[in-house]
Nanobody, 125 residues
Framework: QVQLVESGGGLVQAGGSLKLSCAASGLPFSSYAMGWFRQAPGKEREFAAG????????YYADSVKGRFTISRDNAKNTVYLQMNSLKSLDTAVYYCAADYLPWTIQTKPSSYNYWGQGTQVTVSS
C-alpha cells in the first residue's frame, strides 16, 4: 500500500521559515517525480514545486520561486520543501504527490498518481 505522509507544518510569523517533509512508502520512490501542491480555503489546489525522479531538475511556481526549495533523499524515500520568507498568502494545506516516471515535471494535479493527506501551514502577518 502506497503512503505519502507529510509533516512539518505549523504556525509561523510572516518572514519566517518552515521545512516540510514527505515520507513515502510502498512505491519505488526513485522512479517517481515528486511535487508539492497547496490549497487555500475556497481556492483550487495549485502547484508549488516539483522535482524530477532523477533529481536533476526542479520547477517552481512563480509565486514561490526564490523563496522555496524542493529536494529529495532517495535513500530515505523522502522529499522536502524548505520554505523561507513566508507570506500570509502562503497559508494553505500543503500536499505532496508522486508522479510515475514523467518525462518532465508536471504541474497539473491530475498528472499525479498518489497523494498525501496534507499538512497545514499558517502564516500570521
Amino acid at each position: 500500500q502506497v503512503q505519502l505522509v507529510e509533516s512539518g507544518g505549523g504556525l509561523v510569523q510572516a518572514g519566517g521559515s518552515l521545512k516540510l517533509s514527505c515520507a513515502a512508502s510502498g512505491l519505488p520512490f526513485s522512479s517517481y517525480a515528486m511535487g508539492w501542491f497547496r490549497q487555500a480555503p475556497g481556492k483550487e489546489r495549485e502547484f508549488a514545486a516539483g522535482i524530477h525522479w532523477s533529481a536533476d531538475s526542479t520547477y517552481y511556481a512563480d509565486s514561490v520561486k526564490g523563496r522555496f526549495t524542493i529536494s529529495r533523499d532517495n535513500a530515505k524515500n523522502t522529499v522536502y520543501l524548505q520554505m523561507n520568507s513566508l507570506k500570509s498568502l502562503d497559508t494553505a494545506v500543503y500536499y505532496c504527490a508522486a508522479d510515475y516516471l514523467p518525462w518532465t515535471i508536471q504541474t497539473k494535479p491530475s498528472s499525479y498518481n498518489y497523494w498525501g493527506q496534507g499538512t497545514q501551514v499558517t502564516v500570521s502577518s
